[in-house]
Each structure stands twice: as structure tokens, then as C-alpha cells.
């Protein structure tokens, strides 16, 4: 048997450097709020499904399709989604 995945939009955010600016999303904001996740020396440490785990700069940080945070290497995000805008 196989199966493909169906296709859902997602929201993400390139870790870039540490800094907030005006280019991160609200939804940032309201996990910090939330203490979903919380800034790092080197990146940020996210309360997921699966446990806590840490996204670096560079690394991306995805919101899936009922508002669980997860962050995700750039290889697999570049082999996993193309991008919308």
C-alpha cells in the first residue's frame, strides 16, 4: 500500500539572527507569550508535541495545521515545501 500526503499551508519563520523585529510574526509573539517558546544563547527552545526542542539560527520554525510549533533544518524544509510567497 502507499499513500501521499495532501497538501496544507503552513506558516513559518526563519530563524535568522536573535533579534526581534518587525518581519516576525504575530504568532511569534504569542508563543513567547504563551511560553510555547523562549529565546536561547543560540536560537530558541520550543515546547512541542514531541517534547522540548531547540531551533537554531537558520533552522526554521513552523506552525502546523492546529497551532503546534515545531522547528525544522533548512535541507528539509527546502525538500519539504515550496514556497507560496
Known amino acids: 500500500m502507499k499513500a501521499q500526503k495532501k ?11 536573535l533579534d526581534i523585529d518587525d518581519k516576525v510574526p504575530a ?3 504569542s508563543a513567547m507569550a504563551d511560553r510555547v517558546m523562549n ?6 527552545n520550543i ?5 522540548k526542542m531547540h531551533a537554531n539560527v537558520g533552522d526554521y520554525i513552523i506552525k502546523g495545521v492546529h497551532g ?3 522547528p525544522c533544518k533548512p535541507d528539509i524544509f527546502k525538500q519539504t515545501y515550496d514556497l507560496l510567497d
Do not use: K, S
Not at 497538501?7 to 539572527?17: G, H, L, R, S
Not at 515546547?47 to 517534547?51: A, F, H, K, M, S
Open 47 to 51: 515546547n512541542t508535541l514531541e517534547g
Open 7 to 17: 497538501p496544507v499551508v503552513i506558516e513559518y519563520w526563519q530563524v535568522t539572527d
Open 68 to 70: 503546534e510549533l515545531y
Open 39 to 44: 529565546e536561547a544563547r543560540d536560537g530558541w
Open 27 to 29: 504568532w511569534i509573539f
